[in-house]
């Protein structure tokens, strides 16, 4: 299926997007409601514009079987938007819960899955339960990481390659995060092109970054940079692919600075001009074979068999640890750089204090200077369990529990918004110590 050259939509952009001759564009699917679509989104829609919905949510590679509710509201973005599939990501959002008999955390980002052949094996399960429950082809996005998870048995292409012949599915391929995981861990961004299954290549994804210490941080918010477009036609020398996707989710630039990048990025992959080499078809079997030459064999695999109980519970543990160290400042599990840790940790936090202050802007408009200083402090003792807007309120309501903002036209109009959208009025302190004590003995 061919799709050209699109742009990922947001609210911000919307105009800009419209007159801008794209080819199609990608929503986040958690960003949009079925029966209200943006009036921008169905304009282009009636123009014949194609738009793929894009999930963050599912987290298909943790220890956990996928949610039948995710999927089935990722099924309905699907259906209200005609699409042609839907994309998701190679990455665990959340861990804890029952598996672990411990609280369930969530990260409120996508976290790398160990490259295992446990974690293969789960990952492989997750994706034909979801690919059962959507109406459409699914493709996946491997994803930029601060951290590497110790003693893994594959590359990322050899992971790639693996779950595409067990699965059958596509791979959207964000050639800005081969660059990051480049800079940050240390990978061949060309070994992993030659190690893909290129023929399952749905789309790909181009976005800027900034390096900071040592450490790329894809933000999302910057230009493309040169090495990331270098990468982009390393793949265009082994493929044409099917469609190339800007993504810009920050610091938006004026639309004649997002023309001029689309510009860049179809002279790049040549989309005026005739295709390279076009791989058709499949490569499984000649992989396979290339495979077992080198050794590459799943210890003990009896044909392509879904994973044991014994495998998730050994990824669960695995994931609630390293993510219990992420958000709630347990010990570094063993084999993890600890300084990475730190640094995926503050970023965490801080990408966290900036959804919140987006899904409520309100609180950065009551508490003004003070607002991120506040968050990041509530945030050390307090990881998120149930989504930004929950995170929003609890937020909110440890403030006014603490007698908090000092000033008392402030804290009038926080106690209004808090009312407005949780309770009554806010807990008094003995309901403070009795939900910290549940929450103590939930961790044990």
């Given amino acids: 299926m061919e799709l050209g050259i699109g742009i990922g939509w947001r609210p911000e952009i919307a105009d800009a997007v419209e007159g801008l001759g794209v080819d199609w564009v990608e929503v986040v699917a958690e960003n949009i409601c079925p029966g209200h679509l943006p009036a921008a989104l169905t304009r282009l829609r009636s123009r014949g514009t194609r738009i793929i919905p894009h999930g963050v949510s599912l987290g298909l590679g943790g220890a956990d079987r996928p949610s039948k509710e995710r999927l089935a509201d990722l099924a309905e973005r699907a259906t209200a938007l005609g699409a042609p599939l839907v994309t998701e990501h190679i990455a665990f959002v959340r861990a804890g819960g029952v598996l672990t008999a411990s609280q369930q955390l969530e990260a409120g980002h996508l976290l790398p899955v160990p490259r295992t052949w446990d974690a293969l094996k789960v990952l492989c399960e997750n994706v034909r339960i979801a690919q059962d429950s959507l109406p459409v082809p699914l493709a996946l996005e491997n994803i930029a990481a601060l951290i590497s998870w110790p003693d893994e048995e594959l590359t990322e292409g050899q992971f790639l390659a693996e779950l595409v ?66 990468i982009l ?87 609630a640890a390293l993510l219990s160290a992420l958000v709630a400042g347990t010990p570094t599990p063993e ?110």
């Fill in 165 to 230: 012949d067990r699965t059958g599915v596509g791979l959207l391929i964000d050639v800005a995060n081969l660059h990051t995981n480049h800079v940050n861990r240390g990978e061949n961004p060309v070994k992993a092109l030659d190690e893909l299954p290129v023929e399952a290549i749905a789309y790909v994804h181009v976005a800027g970054g900034i390096e900071r210490d040592g450490v790329w941080h894809d933000t999302h918010a910057h230009p493309v940079t040169r090495p990331v477009l270098d």
């Fill in 233 to 319: 036609s390393a793949l265009r020398d082994r493929v044409t692919p099917p469609g190339v996707l800007l993504e810009r989710d920050d610091d938006f630039p004026p639309a004649e600075e997002l023309a001029a990048e689309l510009k860049v990025i179809r002279t790049t992959v040549g989309a005026d001009a005739a295709p390279v080499r076009q791989v058709v078809g499949t490569a499984s079997e000649p992989r396979r074979e290339a495979r077992a030459r080198g050794g590459l064999q799943d210890p003990g695999r009896a044909g392509w068999e879904n994973a044991s109980p014994g495998a998730r519970e050994r990824l669960a543990l695995a994931q």
């Fill in 335 to 444: 084999g993890f750089d600890s300084r990475r840790l730190r640094v995926q940790s503050r970023a965490l936090a801080a990408k966290r204090a900036d959804v919140v202050a987006k899904v409520a802007p309100e609180l950065p408009e009551i508490l003004g200077h003070g607002y991120r200083e506040a968050f990041l402090a509530y945030a050390k003792s307090r990881p998120m369990q149930a989504g930004y807007r929950r995170d929003a309120l609890d937020f909110a309501e440890q403030l006014l529990i603490a007698g908090r903002p000092e000033d008392d036209g402030a804290r009038r109009l926080l106690t209004r918004w808090w009312e407005e959208r949780a309770a009554a009025h806010p807990p008094r302190r003995a309901t403070r110590f009795v939900r910290a004590a549940r929450a103590a003995l939930s961790r044990r």
